[in-house]
Structures are given as structure tokens and as C-alpha cells.
């Protein structure tokens, strides 16, 4: 066999379905590379900027919820539930920015609305 003839071996035509694989294939790794990039360009970079809000469930019962409005997670966040002179801190390990956790806070003499502020947080 001459090497003319193993060269046109070795190449063949493409079917539509591969086609249409390799344009599926490249525009989902261009959709993905442009996500990255616009995030990269539109997250937020300051510091954690976190607000702890109370909500009420029963009698006694209370949903504690922390939300980081900042541009990065805050860790070992510690917030203090005050109601009357029931203190009692509750520890989250991690609040990632954007996002908010929650935990049930239970009081034994249900009085007035709980007060909720953050004392301290790592940045990461």
C-alpha cells in the first residue's frame, strides 16, 4: 500500500449526529467558561455583612435565621438570643455570602420577642 492511500484511510467523514455532538459539546463548555467569567466579574469581594433576624413558632419556639449579604463567608459565627433575661448563643459553623442558615432557639417562659444580634465571625 502506498502512504497516499493510508492517509485518505485515516480520514473520514464526519456523520451529522458527530456534528451535532461536537456543537452541543462546544456551546455547553461556552456557556459554562462565560458563567465563570461573568461571576468573577459581578460577585461581590467585601467583607461578610450578616443580620440575624427572629421568627416566631410556637409557644416558646423560635427560628433564629442569619443571612450574609457580604461578598465573602463569614465562619464560627456566634449570635446571642436575648428574651427578658434568657441569654443563650448559638453557633453556626459557616454562613456562605448570599446565602442564610437557621436554627430553632426554645425558651422556657415564652415573654416578650427575642432579640437577636451577631457578637463575633471569622473570615475565612
Not at 15 to 20: C, I, P, R, S
Not at 100 to 109: H, L, M, N, R, S
Not at 111 to 120: I, R, S
Request: charged share 25%; hydrophobic share 40%.
Amino acid at each position: 500500500m502506498s502512504s497516499a492511500k493510508k492517509k485518505t484511510d485515516l480520514k473520514r467523514k464526519r456523520t451529522a449526529f458527530e456534528w451535532a455532538i461536537g456543537i452541543v459539546a462546544a456551546a455547553c463548555i461556552t456557556t459554562m467558561v462565560g458563567g465563570l467569567v461573568y461571576y468573577g466579574f459581578t460577585a461581590g469581594t467585601g467583607p461578610p455583612d450578616l443580620a440575624a433576624t427572629i421568627t416566631p413558632e410556637g409557644e416558646g419556639k423560635y427560628t433564629l435565621t442569619v443571612t450574609n449579604k457580604g461578598g465573602t463567608t463569614a465562619e464560627d459565627v456566634v449570635v446571642e438570643v436575648t428574651s427578658g433575661e434568657d441569654v443563650q448563643e448559638v453557633q453556626f459553623l459557616a454562613v456562605a455570602k448570599g446565602h442564610k442558615e437557621e436554627a430553632t432557639v426554645i425558651f422556657e417562659e415564652a415573654g416578650q420577642q427575642p432579640e437577636a444580634k451577631v457578637l463575633t465571625f471569622k473570615e475565612p
